[in-house]
């Protein structure tokens, strides 16, 4: 058990001491220039890793898909996406103000959209209305509760996209917990989009950093892109050693995080007043509720820190997410607090 559990994010994770070892050591170029030899390396990794021709190494997950909307879409036209995406509800509107294109949202089940329902609301080819330019899928779907979206829905808008002749991203920020839940090879997972981007810092304790994988042309004019948002950054290959870590040694561990959750979340459910979905709970979140005491929500917060216990609430919900920095030992902790609490 750690000084605090922290089930805040699977971002609050801290590098690990091979990581550390591996930023002193790394060989140091300049990214902007092209040579810096520790990024071209992982950014090659990413790549073949994922089945893709080419990867970008940028600061964030926001940065990465906000990059991919860009490339994808011309100012004024439409994105598909479900309607509790983190492009959508959580990247401070940046669709419409880098990409300048708006959003046609659908409401799916558990992050899951219907592939009929999308097909629906592609716009028809008329000059009153936006065009429709691509589809976008979270796996795992962060709001819904880190679910991991089945491959057969994947592949079934995948072939809505191309029957449209549209465009087709991945928002990956935790498709290695997909990958680690399902078992289902990387590439395979991949195969159907045009791009995707995946997060080195949640779950796999890199302290920086996403990559966005996908054809050479789109990657070469996503560096463009990445520059003109500030991105270029010089000697990244200190940061870049962590994801070639992160990548290589921390991948399968993200079954312990599944494992403690699934603790967390079935002790949650026999809490007195929680309400909470076990169907949800694939990964390494756990959303859950406890109805008509929303107003407490601030005092509890309070209480959990005093017993060491840090969480999130996100409007009516609480969410609690399992990481390398916790164990089953922080994991009793959190649920003796919430016991004590809610009773």
């Not at 970008?56 to 479900?82: D, K, R, Y």
Request: aromatic share 4%; glycine share 10%; charged share 25%.
């Amino acid at each position: 058990m750690h000084k605090v559990s922290d089930f805040r994010s699977d971002t609050v994770t801290l590098p690990t001491p091979e990581m550390r070892e591996a930023m002193a050591m790394a060989e140091l170029g300049d990214d902007v220039l092209g040579t810096e030899p520790t990024v071209t390396k992982l950014e090659k990794m990413t790549a073949d890793v994922l089945g893709k021709e080419a990867g970008l190494f940028v600061p964030s997950g926001t940065m990465s898909n906000q990059i991919a909307m860009a490339l994808h879409c011309q100012p004024g036209q439409e994105i598909i996406c479900e309607f509790g995406a983190h492009t959508y509800n959580n990247e401070s509107g940046a669709l419409a103000y880098i990409a300048h294109a708006q959003v046609r949202p659908v409401h799916g089940e558990y992050g899951v959209m219907n592939p009929a329902e999308v097909e629906r609301l592609i716009r028809p080819s008329n000059i009153h209305n936006p065009r429709t330019a691509l589809i976008s899928v979270e796996n795992t779907h962060n709001a819904a509760g880190g679910t991991v979206i089945p491959q057969e829905n994947i592949a079934a808008l995948a072939e809505v996209a191309r029957r449209h002749h549209l465009k087709y991203h991945l928002d990956g920020a935790r498709l290695w917990n997909a990958h680690v839940a399902t078992g289902m090879p990387l590439k395979e997972m991949c195969a159907p989009f045009d791009t995707v981007s995946v997060c080195l810092s949640k779950g796999l304790c890199s302290p920086v950093g996403s990559v966005l994988v996908g054809g050479r042309d789109d990657i070469e004019r996503g560096r463009y892109i990445r520059k003109q948002l500030g991105g270029g950054m010089r000697q990244s290959g200190l940061l870049a050693a962590c994801g070639i870590v992160s990548i290589t040694k921390m991948i399968d561990r993200l079954k312990d995080d599944h494992a403690n959750v699934k603790t967390l979340a079935e002790g949650l459910k026999k809490l007195k007043g929680v309400e909470l979905d076990l169907g949800t709970v694939h990964t390494n979140i756990v959303y859950f509720g406890v109805p008509g005491r929303e107003k407490e929500f601030d005092g509890w917060m309070q209480r959990l820190a005093e017993k060491q216990v840090l969480a999130l609430y996100l409007g009516s919900r609480w969410r609690m997410v399992t990481h390398n920095d916790v164990d089953a030992e922080d994991v009793q902790r959190a649920l003796a607090a919430w016991q004590e609490i809610l009773d």
